[in-house]
């Protein structure tokens, strides 16, 4: 059944254009996927803006001034500090709870303490702040909780630093030299924003129904968890370390392909050839690598490429964010917290303009199980 449509029912929605949009555009031209950010190719804006800039042109529609900017940066930064609830259930929660669980129950958190609260679902602009400071909270909280988790004392916010700068300082003690920063706040502009993934469409379903903007992004953390979505950038990490050399790639994925097993941060539901995000972050992982003196993992990574490459599955933008961001001294465990923190700035956007067009989302399902069946008493079923 894999994909494959049979009178108007599409198996996973596959080709099924469910929304009209214009934040996002993916096409695969000349046997290459090309990317575009509301008509910016995503190869012009991983290199010439910062998450900031993206995130402004993803909600408002355009890239801002250097005014715009300013004051946007100005928002993002007054907003960055956590409510008390938020900072007490942070550390209350128990050591063991998965990174996204937490962050999916802080989201729901700051929906209490939102200013814009008690807003219509439909009021633009109060969901446009909501936006702005969900994009400051999460990044805050993400790393809040990582110190608390770890027994060590919370770094509060630099006011000094930019969004990427601030959040890896937030959570390693440093700040990061000018190519970690760039390498990282270009890795945030790539994961910001995917036209209708799995965790955009359920984002857009939850307010198609008017429901408050903070439900559908808690809708959307809890998507982006699974390892075949966001949780794969994690398993990618995993994966490296399981070949552990190049001499080993090639036996080691001849046999994981053997036994029908998924390599996680390879294939992609639109890009058949090429993920242009992947081909980006691969030139930021050599950087990285070589500033560190340290290419051991990029040698391992290339016969994997080669191998699974062979099977006609390229890598996606998973497979090289699990080594840049293992460079950078991040925890593992925050790998996919930190797609869901880029990712916000998408999928508001996406849940904005849901909202300014909106039609209830509603599918229907085809009925495949029994009919016409007589209820017998119940001591004679
Ligand atoms: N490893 C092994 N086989 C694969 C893989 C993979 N990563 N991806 C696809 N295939 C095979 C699959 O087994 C199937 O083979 P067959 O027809 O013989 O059963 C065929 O390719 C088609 O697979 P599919 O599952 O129907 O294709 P899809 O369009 O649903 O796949 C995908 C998209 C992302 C779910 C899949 O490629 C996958 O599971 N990849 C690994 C998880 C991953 O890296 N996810 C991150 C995606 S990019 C970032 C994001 O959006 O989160």
Redesign the pocket.
């Known amino acids: 059944m894999?994909?494959v449509a049979q009178d108007g029912y599409y198996p996973?929605l596959?080709g099924v254009i469910s929304s009209q949009t214009a934040i996002s555009n993916i096409v695969e031209r000349d046997g290459a996927g090309v990317l575009e950010y509301r008509g910016y190719r995503i190869e012009d804006l991983a290199s010439r803006v910062g998450y900031e800039e993206a995130a402004f042109l993803l909600l408002h529609g355009d890239l801002p001034t250097r005014l715009q900017l300013g004051d946007f940066n100005e928002r993002l930064r007054a907003a960055r500090d956590l409510p008390g609830p938020l900072i007490r259930v942070l550390g209350e929660l128990p050591g063991s709870a998965s990174p996204m669980d937490v962050l999916r129950t802080s989201v729901s958190l700051l929906a209490h303490d939102d200013p814009d609260r008690d807003a219509a679902a439909t009021d633009h602009a109060a969901n446009v702040r909501k936006a702005e400071r969900l994009i400051a909270r999460m990044a805050t909280a993400i790393a809040y909780r990582e110190r608390l988790a770890s027994g060590l004392a919370p770094i509060p916010p630099d006011d000094r630093l930019g969004h990427a700068a601030n959040f890896l300082r937030m959570v390693t003690g440093e700040v990061p030299s000018e190519a970690m920063r760039r390498a990282f706040d270009g890795s945030l502009v790539l994961y910001a924003e995917?036209e209708l993934?799995a965790s955009t469409f359920a984002a857009r379903v939850t307010v198609s129904t008017l429901s408050d903007l903070h439900s559908g992004i808690v809708a959307a953390v809890g998507t982006l968890k699974g390892?075949?979505?966001?949780g794969?950038n994690e398993e990618a990490w995993k994966l490296l370390e399981a070949v552990g050399s190049p001499g080993r790639a090639e036996a080691w994925v001849a046999g994981a392909?053997a036994r029908?097993?998924?390599?996680?941060?390879?294939?992609?539901?639109v890009y058949k050839k090429s993920d242009p995000r992947a081909v980006i972050l691969k030139e930021y992982c050599r950087e990285i690598a070589a500033e560190k003196g340290d290419d051991r993992w990029e040698r391992i990574a290339e016969p994997i490429e080669v191998a699974v490459g062979r099977k006609g599955?390229p890598p996606?933008?998973?497979w090289p964010s699990a080594r840049l961001y293992h460079y950078l001294g991040i925890p593992l465990r925050l790998y996919t917290p930190i797609f869901a923190m880029a990712r916000v700035a998408g999928w508001a956007a996406h849940a904005i303009e849901q909202i300014d067009h909106n039609r209830l989302l509603r599918p229907r399902g085809r009925y495949i199980g029994p009919t016409h069946r007589g209820v017998s008493e119940i001591d004679r079923r």
């Open positions: 894999n994909g996973g596959e995917h993934n390892t075949l979505h966001g794969a392909l029908h097993e998924r390599l996680m941060g390879f294939g992609h539901r599955l996606n933008v998973d």
